[in-house]
């Protein structure tokens, strides 16, 4: 059984695409107007990529053609319990630094999030689907926490939205690494001793999404 899991997950992929979202302009305090569409010029690295969940090798990052999109592709980021699987394979965990490199005077915040995968539960086991996100410097923001329960075989998605006034704006005129810290764990609950589960950020058509919308501002022409 684990075989063929790990088979089906190795194959698949989960992949987090990170769009521009438009709004109408509003006041922005001592920045400059918000929102407006993304600007040209947007260029996405990995700095740095540590966890169980993307082990080297198995984490990519991808700005797309019109610059209002990256996406982060997982390869191996599941969660399992039962079976072969090893005591520790029970939770996995992904921390990926990125350096988001914008046009000078645009900055950027994340007004939403919607997180994606594939979860097979017995019944009476439980998974949990975890993220944060914040700028270097900054304080983390608060922990999303999704709970999903067995008996359970299909495709998840949770949606983390914040609103205006919860946007953390990375600081206009500086450089500062864009970290996001996710976590699947699965538990066995009241389920049988040689039930397996597992939940994953992977599909086996690729189409399984987790996604990061941008809000951008212009800043203060100071900047």
């Given at each position: 059984?684990?075989?063929?899991?790990?088979?089906?997950?190795?194959?698949?992929?989960?992949?987090?695409?990170?769009?521009?979202?438009?709004?109408?302009?509003?006041?922005?305090?001592?920045?400059?107007?918000?929102?407006?569409?993304?600007?040209?010029?947007?260029?996405?690295?990995?700095?740095?990529?540590?966890?169980?969940?993307?082990?080297?090798?198995?984490?990519?990052?991808?700005?797309?053609?019109?610059?209002?999109?990256?996406?982060?592709?997982?390869?191996?980021?599941?969660?399992?319990?039962?079976?072969?699987?090893?005591?520790?394979?029970?939770?996995?965990?992904?921390?990926?630094?990125?350096?988001?490199?914008?046009?000078?005077?645009?900055?950027?915040?994340?007004?939403?999030t919607d997180y994606?995968?594939?979860?097979?539960?017995?019944?009476?086991?439980?998974?949990?689907?975890?993220?944060?996100?914040?700028?270097?410097?900054?304080?983390?923001?608060?922990?999303?926490t999704h709970n999903?329960?067995?008996?359970?075989?299909?495709?998840?998605?949770?949606?983390?939205?914040?609103?205006?006034?919860?946007?953390?704006?990375?600081?206009?005129?500086?450089?500062?690494?864009?970290?996001?810290?996710?976590?699947?764990?699965?538990?066995?609950?009241?389920?049988?001793?040689?039930?397996?589960?597992?939940?994953?950020?992977?599909?086996?058509?690729?189409?399984?999404?987790?996604?990061?919308?941008?809000?951008?501002?212009?800043?203060?022409?100071?900047?």
């Open positions: 059984m684990r075989k063929g899991i790990a088979s089906c997950a190795a194959g698949a992929m989960a992949v987090a695409a990170v769009t521009a979202l438009t709004a109408t302009p509003a006041s922005a305090g001592s920045y400059g107007s918000y929102f407006v569409p993304g600007p040209k010029g947007v260029t996405i690295e990995i700095a740095t990529v540590n966890g169980s969940g993307c082990p080297a090798g198995t984490a990519a990052v991808a700005v797309s053609e019109d610059k209002e999109a990256f996406t982060v592709t997982y390869s191996d980021y599941l969660a399992q319990i039962g079976g072969d699987a090893k005591p520790t394979d029970f939770r996995k965990n992904c921390q990926i630094s990125m350096k988001v490199h914008v046009p000078q005077g645009f900055t950027y915040a994340i007004s939403s994606r995968g594939f979860a097979s539960l017995a019944h009476g086991a439980t998974a949990v689907e975890k993220a944060s996100y914040y700028f270097q410097g900054q304080a983390q923001t608060a922990t999303r999903i329960s067995g008996e359970y075989a299909d495709n998840w998605q949770f949606t983390d939205t914040n609103d205006v006034a919860q946007l953390v704006w990375k600081p206009c005129g500086e450089e500062r690494n864009f970290n996001i810290n996710t976590e699947l764990r699965v538990a066995k609950g009241t389920s049988a001793a040689d039930d397996v589960s597992f939940i994953s950020m992977d599909s086996t058509d690729g189409s399984i999404k987790t996604t990061y919308h941008f809000a951008w501002m212009t800043c203060p022409p100071a900047w």
